[in-house]
């Protein structure tokens, strides 16, 4: 068969956050041969390896799709920057590397909504199987997974354990592991980092599986649209260069190309809402309106205060810090370059009433934007802050057929009223955060939103000009019961209506975790893996879960 004819039993598409487990698991045991195809290159830059270097990655086209949201009517009419992972790791090898699985009632919620079997203690097997963890096994945390886990350089900075200290001052607990039995309250935050180096999945996964004679990666491919036999799907048409290439599948094609690839390769292929494909000059195969509805992302901002003491990041800014950084990187693998400077956290409810963490708190010792491009010229420190269970819904669409063409992503951020409030609470609860006791030697006044901002109009104005996504595009291809008519996969990640045909990533999220979403992604793709192939599941937890005793009454 020649290289622009290839087979295999399963056809992997994207080898990202998802794609890189379901290419290790499927082809464990040697049964099944398994083709993995990514429309990016290799992972070999070093920016993409450091972990403080990973907003340099994620500028850099080679290793990002860079789309663009429509103008954001709750935005200022703002373009907002939606980037996605390109080449080996996806998004695991260009994002901020933080590790949150999310709170235990995330996934129960997902069962609720449709999604049979993916509640917590089901999905709690997973997460272990997957990491290892620096703190060792426990009940809740892995010990011998691909995946390497831990805290970076351990919060050298007084500054993380002042802001964990503020939490605790404002009258919230302390969790000395979010990821374990309690999330909510204030602690050491974790990343997904090996000796030094970027943990994506393309490290912790792929490489040492390629050795294999039954796994085969195809790099620079990238698929246009699916190969349907009526409603069945055989395979994938992809291009390499200007080479036009036919994968065929003799088993299932899987789709792993991501929240915002999966969906659009699913409509380029005719599966969609027959409206939106007519639209694109699509021909409809099988309608099917949920695809490209639901999508959902997080909003944050950058609370940024002054800084008493000359402690920051913002000193270690200049080319000749970043070389001696670097420098230090390169031979010993530590240092500021082995973190991603995220090393404590919080977690908190916006008001009584609300059941578990709705939102989160990334301190950051510096006062920066999340893209590295504008610094504060004195010393600061800042929390990413912003809500975690947003009610605003958007869509993703396809303007033509072409593979080349950007799909239009209307997020619709804040157009819910709820969002807009609970932004408010953010602001006000930080602000009390930052005034408590533990921050006050290093404390010393706002820079942004600043404290002039303070009525609900100035503040609503203030979010709407400054908030920027947290690079969390999910949800556009729900999972969900096969008579809900905006579903687009059952609970085995098969696509409704369709035969031989799967989504496996973020797309297929009911609604997003309460935190990152590269940890809850590895979790399903290892959970779907054992799925797919018809093995027994791993035998579910029973461990117990924190909760408020008085969350109805109470705020902390």
């Excluded at 907002?80 to 129960?108: E, K, Q, W």
């Excluded at 690839?261 to 021909?283: F, W």
Aim: one cysteine or more.
């Amino acid at each position: 068969m020649s290289e622009s004819e290839i087979s295999a039993d399963y056809v992997v598409v994207g080898a990202g956050s998802a794609g890189c487990v379901l290419a290790r698991r499927l082809s464990d045991d040697g049964r099944h041969s398994v083709l993995l195809v990514e429309a990016g290159g290799h992972d070999r830059s070093v920016f993409v390896q450091m972990p403080s270097a990973f907003s340099i990655a994620m500028n850099m086209r080679r290793h990002n799709w860079a789309y663009l949201s429509e103008p954001e009517p709750g935005l200022d009419n703002r373009r907002i920057p939606c980037p996605r992972g390109r080449g080996l790791g996806g998004s695991s090898s260009i994002n901020g590397l933080v590790y949150v699985r999310g709170h235990a009632a995330d996934f129960d919620e997902w069962e609720q909504l449709g999604a049979a079997g993916w509640n917590y203690q089901n999905c709690l097997p997973y997460f272990r199987r997957a990491e290892t963890w620096q703190g060792g096994a426990d009940e809740y945390r892995g010990g011998d997974g691909p995946l390497h886990t831990g805290n970076g350089n351990g919060m050298a900075n007084p500054l993380y354990r002042a802001f964990i200290g503020a939490g605790i001052d404002a009258g919230y607990g302390e969790t000395d592991d979010y990821n374990g039995f309690r999330q909510e309250g204030f602690g050491p935050m974790h990343m997904t980092v090996r000796d030094g180096v970027r943990a994506s999945t393309a490290n912790a996964y792929l490489k040492s599986a390629l050795r294999r004679t039954n796994l085969r990666l195809l790099k620079n491919v990238e698929v246009s649209k699916l190969i349907m036999d009526g409603r069945k799907v055989t395979g994938v048409n992809a291009r390499r260069g200007g080479t036009g290439m036919t994968l065929s599948a003799q088993r299932e094609v899987i789709l792993a190309a991501g929240a915002i690839g999966s969906p659009a390769i699913l409509q380029r292929s005719g599966i969609g809402p027959a409206s939106v494909l007519t639209d694109a000059g699509v021909s409809v195969v099988h309608e099917l309106p949920g695809v490209g509805e639901n999508l959902q992302d997080h909003l944050e901002v950058f609370f940024q205060a002054r800084c008493k003491k000359p402690i920051t990041l913002n000193s270690r800014l200049g080319l000749i810090s970043k070389a001696l950084i670097g420098i230090n990187w390169l031979l010993f693998r530590r240092g500021l370059g082995a973190s991603n400077q995220f090393e404590s956290c919080g977690f908190i409810r916006s008001r009584a009433g609300v059941r578990w963490p709705d939102i989160q708190y990334h301190f950051l010792p510096g006062a920066i934007a999340y893209d590295g491009s504008v610094a504060f010229a004195g010393h600061g420190f800042q929390v990413h802050a912003g809500p975690n269970k947003p009610k605003s819904r958007g869509t993703l669409r396809i303007p033509d057929p072409h593979p080349s063409s950007k799909p239009e992503l209307r997020f619709n951020y804040l157009q819910h009223e709820d969002d807009r409030r609970t932004f408010r609470d953010c602001i006000r609860l930080t602000r009390e955060i930052m005034q408590q006791p533990a921050l006050s030697e290093y404390f010393d006044g706002e820079i942004q939103p600043g404290e002039e901002v303070a009525s609900d109009a100035e503040i609503d104005a203030w979010v709407r000009s400054n908030a920027e996504s947290a690079y969390h595009a999910s949800c556009a291809a729900r999972m969900g019961s096969a008579d809900d008519p905006m579903a687009v996969v059952d609970a085995a990640c098969r696509v409704i209506g369709t035969g031989n045909l799967r989504v496996v990533d973020s797309s297929v999220f009911p609604t997003m975790t309460n935190g990152n979403l590269n940890a809850p992604t590895i979790m399903l793709a290892e959970r779907a893996a054992d799925i797919i192939r018809g093995v027994d599941l791993l035998p579910p937890a029973n461990v117990p879960v924190w909760e408020h005793p008085d969350w109805s009454c109470q705020q902390r």
